[in-house]
């Protein structure tokens, strides 16, 4: 490179960052933005449980609805409405085989999340239990604490049997 292609360079550099930003007259919060920040009991789009649920959207949907025949729906779900330790024990170890959810068979396979924090796995969970119309109890970092140690010698992804049989707390 040239001297003088590099001093355009840097002038353009220099010009393009060194302008001043105009501050604008700070705008006082309104009733609009209060009302975005506010919790809502349907779905919230931010928070830590829609960041830990975005790991699960990806099969699960952003909708909660799941795909036919490939994943299953999370929006009324028994396992997602129901007690707080299946849901919990199929997050940390995964699921395999038929399963039936809302009147449709699945047969799939889901991958274990154990390699996820207490925290990040109740923030999944509290965010499908309150999500799409769902209304299960919400469950702690302490509950999944316990269900793991209850489930740690599991070395495979449940089937929907092992899962009725299993001590799960
Ligand atoms: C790569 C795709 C994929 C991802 C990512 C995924 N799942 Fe699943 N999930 C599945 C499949 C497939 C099944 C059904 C497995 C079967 O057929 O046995 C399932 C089943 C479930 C079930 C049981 C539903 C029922 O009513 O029986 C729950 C609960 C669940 N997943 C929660 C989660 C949560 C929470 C996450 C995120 C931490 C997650 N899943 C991430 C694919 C996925």
């Not at 105009?22 to 919230?44: G, L």
């Not at 199929?90 to 699945?106: A, D, M, S």
């Not at 269900?147 to 089937?159: E, I, K, L, Q």
Request: aromatic residues 4%; contains cysteine; charged residues 15%.
């Amino acid at each position: 490179m040239s001297r003088s292609t590099m001093s355009v360079v840097s002038v353009f550099v220099l010009v393009a960052c060194g302008a001043p930003k105009e501050q604008h007259a700070a705008t006082k919060p309104d009733a609009s933005a209060a009302a975005a920040s506010a919790p809502t009991s349907t779905t919230p789009a931010s928070g830590p449980g829609a960041d830990a649920y975005q790991i699960c959207s990806t099969c699960h949907q952003a909708s909660g609805e799941g795909l036919p025949n490939a994943f299953p729906p999370l929006a009324g779900s028994e396992v997602v409405n129901g007690p707080v330790e299946p849901h919990i024990a199929i997050v940390l170890k995964g699921l395999t085989g038929p399963v039936t959810v809302k009147g449709q068979t699945f047969n799939g396979a889901m991958a274990p999340w154990e390699s996820l924090s207490d925290e990040q796995i109740a923030a999944a969970i509290n965010y499908e239990r309150a999500s799409w119309g769902n209304s299960g109890k919400s469950v702690t970092a302490q509950d999944v604490a316990a269900v793991r140690a209850a489930v740690t010698s599991r070395a495979t992804a449940w089937t929907a049997d092992d899962l009725k049989k299993a001590k799960l707390r």
